[in-house]
Nanobody, 117 residues
Framework: VQLQASGGGLVQAGGSLRLSCAAS?????MAWFRQAPGKEREFVAR????????YYVDSVKGRFTISRDNAKNTGYLQMNSLKPEDTAVYYC??????????????WGQGTLVTVSS
């Protein structure tokens, strides 16, 4: 499985971005993680293969929405009401439905999101 993340960029606080993750073919759960400078990679959101179940880290609940379109082999992360603390490189991953990076065997290359205050 190969993953290609895109959609990052520079946005002002309060703005929105939609990240995409194109997969070469996946019957796995999908997740988004992020890594800010000097910090460890952290879980952001996950979704089951069928899309029927999702889970978010508390800091993004109500602002971010994870979704997927299996017909297009693409996952998405809609990010609204962005805050400067959301600034990070965002990675999509495919694997077991989990919040742990160790359960995801496939990773995209990352896309940078910068939120200015």
């Amino acid at each position: 499985v190969q993953l290609q993340a895109s959609g990052g960029g520079l946005v002002q606080a309060g703005g929105s971005l939609r990240l995409s993750c194109a997969a070469s073919g996946s019957s796995y759960a999908m997740a988004w993680f992020r890594q800010a400078p000097g910090k460890e990679r952290e879980f952001v959101a996950r979704i089951t293969w069928g899309g029927g179940s999702t889970y978010y880290v508390d800091s993004v609940k109500g602002r971010f929405t994870i979704s997927r379109d299996n017909a297009k082999n693409t996952g998405y992360l809609q990010m609204n009401s962005l805050k400067p603390e959301d600034t990070a490189v965002y990675y999509c991953a495919a694997g077991r439905y989990s919040t742990n990076t160790l359960n995801y065997g496939y990773w995209g290359q990352g896309t940078l999101v910068t939120v200015s205050s």
